[in-house]
């Protein structure tokens, strides 16, 4: 990358990286220094066809192979009975048509300029065109997610200490390599449209990958990303009058409750067996600053690109999207799951309950977490 446009990176999302690192924790800036400026600044993500990351952490033999956590146990039962084939069980010959009222694939309201005079004066043809792509740019992030997540469950699987830990863990690789399979087939078979990873995914993705620290791993993935995503994936399912996307995202959400109830299983029992003060605080300042990615993650830069950049500034885009009815869906859904998960862990403390408060994010915590919440519940709740 030229100097030039490390510059203009740097002018740009700046302030990105200073979230992304901004609670003053030498740990925490350590562990998101590197991909932060990997992914904001430099767009590693976007340089080529692939991208190799740094990866460190210990690989844990169990040569007793007690099997002693029972609720884990019975989610590996759950999970095994619960596999699907997105060959056989996704009906692909179902067509879709973005310009079929009736089969919508999202409202107009997912468009952030959705009410300003710019939308308002489009045909129903170019709005229909920007819905498909909004669409597309939507579960382009998450079949990134999945990747990501495919790769943490590969690491996690082989970094938990425990055997009834490992052997669920092989079922969400699974799980992680058929979310892949999925989203991809919906993305270029059905909506023929694929975009690339938003910078502040990547650098999620990137600080998962690096990091040595198993129970950061599990923070990370299972906890903040599948807890997103069962918020965004029942938001859509709810919202979308598309049938083939519908049953695509009631099979994920039934896997995906299970992986959060796995992440909150395993970090909780981390956490109470005793970790000191430094570590709860790292942990909390790390999750909170993956907080503020993810809700960066949805401002939509590489749709902005593509149909509003002549139009408006970055800077005046930003604006327009967190005041958007998009986003207030969003910021709802996305920590509707994570905040309950996170106080049950341990992990949201009168120490850090104020960076939360300031987003009105503690709205969430009295919501059910995991395991009480139920796919099924997610499913009524999506329905």
Same mark, same amino acid.
């Given at each position: 990358?030229?100097?030039? *446009?490390?510059?203009?990176?740097?002018?740009?999302?700046?302030?990105?990286?200073?979230?992304?690192?901004? =609670?003053?924790?030498?740990?925490?800036?350590?562990?998101?220094?590197?991909?932060?400026?990997?992914?904001?600044?430099?767009?590693?993500?976007?340089?080529?066809?692939?991208?190799?990351?740094?990866?460190?952490?210990?690989?844990?033999? &169990?040569?007793?192979?007690?099997?002693?956590?029972?609720?884990?146990?019975?989610?590996?039962?759950?999970? *095994?009975?619960?596999?699907?084939?997105?060959?056989?069980?996704?009906?692909?010959?179902?067509?879709?048509?973005?310009?079929?009222?009736?089969?919508?694939?999202?409202?107009?309201?997912?468009?952030?300029?959705?009410?300003?005079?710019?939308?308002?004066?489009?045909?129903? *043809?170019?709005?229909?065109?920007?819905?498909?792509?909004?669409?597309?740019?939507?579960?382009?992030?998450?079949?990134?997610?999945?990747?990501?997540?495919?790769?943490?469950?590969?690491?996690?699987?082989?970094?938990?200490?425990?055997?009834?830990?490992?052997?669920?863990?092989?079922?969400?690789?699974?799980?992680?390599?058929?979310?892949?399979?999925?989203?991809?087939?919906?993305?270029?078979?059905? %909506?023929? *449209?694929?975009?690339?990873?938003?910078?502040?995914?990547?650098?999620?993705?990137?600080? %998962?990958?690096?990091?040595?620290?198993? &129970?950061?791993?599990?923070?990370?993935?299972?906890?903040?990303?599948?807890?997103?995503?069962?918020?965004?994936?029942?938001?859509?399912?709810?919202?979308?009058?598309?049938?083939?996307?519908?049953?695509?995202?009631?099979?994920?959400?039934?896997?995906?409750?299970?992986?959060?109830?796995?992440?909150?299983?395993?970090?909780?029992?981390?956490?109470?067996?005793?970790?000191?003060?430094?570590?709860? =605080?790292?942990?909390?300042?790390?999750?909170?600053?993956?907080?503020?990615?993810?809700?960066?993650?949805?401002?939509?830069?590489?749709?902005?690109?593509?149909?509003?950049?002549?139009?408006?500034?970055?800077?005046?885009?930003?604006?327009?999207?967190?005041?958007?009815?998009?986003?207030?869906?969003?910021?709802?859904?996305?920590?509707?799951?994570?905040?309950?998960?996170?106080? =049950?862990?341990?992990?949201?403390?009168?120490?850090?309950?104020?960076?939360?408060?300031?987003?009105?994010?503690?709205?969430?915590?009295?919501?059910?977490?995991?395991?009480?919440?139920?796919?099924?519940? %997610? %499913? &009524?709740?999506?329905?």
């Amino acid at each position: 990358m030229s100097l030039g *446009k490390l510059i203009e990176n740097l002018k740009v999302n700046g302030p990105h990286v200073r979230d992304a690192t901004g =609670r003053g924790n030498l740990a925490v800036l350590k562990s998101m220094l590197g991909p932060a400026w990997r992914g904001l600044i430099k767009q590693t993500g976007k340089e080529g066809t692939t991208t190799a990351l740094p990866v460190a952490h210990d690989v844990h033999f &169990d040569w007793q192979y007690e099997r002693d956590r029972t609720e884990m146990a019975r989610l590996y039962e759950a999970a *095994k009975v619960s596999q699907w084939n997105a060959a056989t069980d996704v009906d692909w010959s179902l067509d879709v048509d973005p310009d079929n009222p009736e089969r919508a694939l999202l409202p107009d309201a997912y468009v952030p300029v959705k009410g300003l005079p710019i939308w308002e004066n489009l045909s129903r *043809k170019e709005k229909n065109k920007q819905v498909h792509a909004v669409t597309s740019w939507m579960l382009s992030q998450f079949l990134h997610g999945e990747q990501g997540a495919l790769f943490a469950a590969c690491q996690v699987t082989t970094a938990v200490p425990w055997l009834d830990g490992k052997l669920y863990g092989s079922t969400q690789v699974v799980d992680e390599g058929r979310h892949v399979e999925v989203f991809h087939g919906y993305l270029t078979r059905k %909506l023929e *449209k694929l975009y690339e990873i938003n910078d502040n995914l990547y650098v999620i993705v990137d600080a %998962l990958m690096s990091d040595s620290r198993w &129970d950061v791993k599990f923070l990370g993935m299972q906890i903040m990303i599948e807890g997103l995503a069962l918020g965004a994936f029942g938001t859509l399912r709810k919202m979308t009058r598309e049938p083939l996307l519908k049953d695509i995202l009631k099979l994920v959400i039934t896997d995906e409750a299970r992986h959060v109830h796995y992440g909150v299983l395993s970090i909780q029992e981390f956490v109470e067996k005793g970790i000191s003060e430094r570590e709860r =605080r790292e942990r909390e300042d790390w999750a909170f600053e993956v907080a503020l990615l993810m809700r960066n993650r949805f401002l939509a830069h590489e749709f902005y690109d593509e149909f509003y950049a002549h139009a408006m500034t970055r800077k005046e885009w930003d604006e327009v999207v967190n005041r958007s009815e998009m986003m207030q869906m969003f910021r709802q859904t996305m920590f509707k799951r994570i905040i309950p998960n996170l106080k =049950r862990i341990g992990l949201l403390g009168d120490r850090v309950r104020p960076y939360y408060e300031q987003y009105g994010l503690l709205a969430f915590e009295h919501g059910r977490a995991a395991p009480e919440l139920s796919a099924q519940d %997610l %499913l &009524d709740d999506a329905a």
